[in-house]
């Protein structure tokens, strides 16, 4: 049971290049999310998506670009890395908004 | 503005002893709230949850509170082991059309042996 997959795990940038943080899941969901935790934060979503076709922004979008081709992954792209950028970032999937989300193991990026 | 939060960032505990964790809200359209637990180098996973309305919930060793009058829960553990120590978030669903979760800053748990 493979879950939530996130790769890589480890990421370092220098500023201004770009990337993409690749989220995977394997339970048929259709809710899919990507929140970034930062020290007294907590966790804030930055892109979901309700569905393959379908994304929308959520607290903390700058930068940051989403697409939903298949069910199955949600791949986050940085478009010009900065260092505020600097985070651990996690996907999460879930049966619907709202409820039970299952997380991947995260992605920490450090931009220099 | 944080809808969610979590005013405690750490709380010990002894073993055996239990583990009191508080989250307050602001906003009263939350209708369902939910705690979930991250170990280090690990993604958070779900431990319990509570719809607005109730005002307890319990699962083993883990029961939430919820008062929705004070727009305050709480998560209790008993008796809180070692390896309950971790980071604990709670969460609340918002009334918008995708539900989205809002999550407090979290509170690391370290229960001493």
């Known amino acids: 049971n493979a879950g939530v997959t996130q790769t890589p795990k480890f990421q370092v940038l220098k500023t201004g290049q770009s990337m993409t943080l690749q989220c995977a899941q394997d339970m048929n969901h259709e809710y899919m999310s990507w929140y970034r935790q930062d020290p007294g934060m907590g966790l804030r979503l930055i892109h979901y998506?309700?569905?393959?076709?379908?994304?929308d922004q959520g607290e903390v979008p700058n930068g940051y670009n989403v697409s939903r081709s298949t069910t199955e992954d949600f791949p986050l792209r940085l478009l010009s890395a900065a260092p505020s950028q600097t985070s651990v970032y996690f996907c999460?999937?879930?049966?619907?908004?709202?409820?039970?989300?299952?997380f991947g193991q995260g992605t920490r990026l450090t931009v220099v | 503005d944080q809808q969610v939060k979590q005013n405690s960032p750490s709380l010990s505990v002894q073993e055996g002893r239990i583990s009191i964790l508080n989250c307050d809200y602001t906003?009263?359209?939350?209708?369902?709230f939910l705690w979930y637990k991250k170990y280090p180098a690990e993604g958070p996973t779900f431990l319990i949850s509570i719809s607005s309305i109730k005002d307890k919930n319990e699962d083993g060793r883990f029961t939430v509170f919820l008062n929705k009058s004070a727009k305050h829960l709480s998560l209790h553990i008993v008796p809180s082991q070692p390896g309950d120590s971790a980071v604990y978030f709670c969460a609340a669903r918002g009334d918008g059309s995708a539900r989205q979760l809002t999550f407090g800053s979290g509170t690391q748990l370290t229960v001493l042996p």
């Open positions: 906003n009263s359209m939350f209708d369902y």
């Open positions: 998506s309700v569905g393959a076709g379908i994304t």
């Open positions: 999460a999937s879930s049966i619907g908004g709202g409820t039970e989300a299952f």
